[in-house]
């Protein structure tokens, strides 16, 4: 459940601004949160932006992600 902090805003209307419950922490071992929802962006603009689609785009973004995290690292590792 996302947490929720109320703020007014200048004109006096209360804004509600929510907050993910994950945390989302730099993690070396795969993509964070935040690069999947940008892959599964750019999978939902090149789809055509056709709506209906994000838990598709979101897991084929998952699936991509990991891979070229493995590919970066074979290339970064040396013996």
């Keep these: 459940m996302k947490s929720q902090n109320v703020f007014t805003t200048t004109e006096g209307m209360p804004?509600?601004?929510s907050q993910p419950d994950v945390a989302e922490e730099e993690n070396?071992?795969?993509?964070?949160?935040?690069?999947i929802r940008q892959r599964a962006f750019e999978i939902h603009i090149e789809r055509g932006g056709i709506h209906g689609c994000d838990l598709d785009d979101w897991l084929?973004?998952?699936?991509?992600?990991?891979?070229?995290?493995?590919?970066s690292e074979k290339g970064t590792k040396s013996n």
């Design 15 to 17: 804004k509600i601004v």
């Design 28 to 35: 070396n071992s795969g993509p964070s949160p935040a690069e």
């Design 60 to 71: 084929q973004a998952e699936r991509e992600l990991p891979e070229s995290y493995k590919n």
